[in-house]
């Protein structure tokens, strides 16, 4: 039986679930690359709708993010970014997956 255990916990899959487990949720945008002029760094746009208080309307709000990209994102792209530790002074965000390629 001991043997057994000690499968299960030395297993790279049972390691990630356990990390999974304690680590907090993180936060996930989805946005488009707006530049990706820095090695393995894009900045990401992403806009959201808001309802303006006086007038009732949604006006369209913008936010960047720098995300670090090892996937290779190029301008245009949809991709979702997820929250990190902090990469550098300003990169708080990785590129997770590139949802749609830009149309060339």
Do not use: C, N
């Not at 499968?7 to 690359?33: C, E, L, M, Y």
């Not at 002029?37 to 006006?59: E, G």
């Not at 290779?72 to 002074?89: C, F, H």
């Amino acid at each position: 039986m001991e043997e057994k255990q000690e499968d299960k916990t030395s297993s790279p899959q049972a390691k990630i679930t356990r990390t999974a487990a304690k680590r907090a949720h993180r936060s996930q945008k989805v946005g488009v690359v707006f530049s990706d002029k820095m090695k393995k760094t894009v900045v990401v746009r992403v806009d959201r709708l808001v309802l303006h208080t006086r007038y009732r309307r949604y006006v369209r709000r913008t936010s960047k993010f720098m995300a670090h990209d090892e996937l290779g994102a190029t301008v245009g792209d949809k991709v979702r970014i997820v929250e990190t530790r902090p990469l550098s002074a300003k990169k708080r965000w990785r590129v997770m997956e590139i949802v749609q390629k830009a149309a060339k």
